[in-house]
């Protein structure tokens, strides 16, 4: 139960904070087109998220396809992980590139494969969020995960597709397990 509250303290933080940051940045238009490699990726939401997860995973030494990456975000999107240090929550945050630099090298050196092990939903009108349990595994066969979290994602529909408008996560750990409640959905 209090790994459930606490969950939803970060997730709230983070909302409060790119509701600040949103409300400080200019108003300009969604977009309305992308160069999308692969549009038939961007039309559901379901199809989206599987894209975010597949664009990262590869064996170790293949290069990924971070164009595409891209191409699932809105432009000002936003990746931030959440921890806990010293008993209190931490909060860092990515542009897509600041991420895809940071993070890269580490993917394709060591191999990383990423997978949603469950999945929920909830859409209104254009706007969606799916909270989802990931899985992290160095090769596809691998049968037991190295890593286990949940991923907080935030989308929005315009132009005819999806697009990524935030990604929180937070890892699974000794003190915080996955409430068993998120891993039925």
Known sequence: MHAVVRLAL?????????????????????PGHSPQSHPEHVRTVEQIVAAFYETVSGPKGQARDWDRYRDLFFPEARLSVARSAHGTGVVSSFTIDEYVKSESGYIE???????????????????????????????????????????????????????ISSVLWQRETEDLPIPEEFLRQ
């Open 109 to 163: 050196k060591s191999g990383y494969f990423e997978r949603a092990a469950s999945m929920k939903v909830q859409r209104f009108g254009q706007i969606a969020h799916v909270l989802s349990v990931y899985e992290s595994r160095r090769a596809a066969e691998d049968e037991m995960p190295y890593s286990r979290g949940v991923n907080s994602i935030q989308l929005v529909e315009s132009g005819g597709r999806w697009w």
């Open 10 to 30: 970060l997730l709230t933080a983070a909302a409060v904070v790119l509701t600040i940051s949103a409300a400080k940045a200019p108003p300009h238009p969604i």
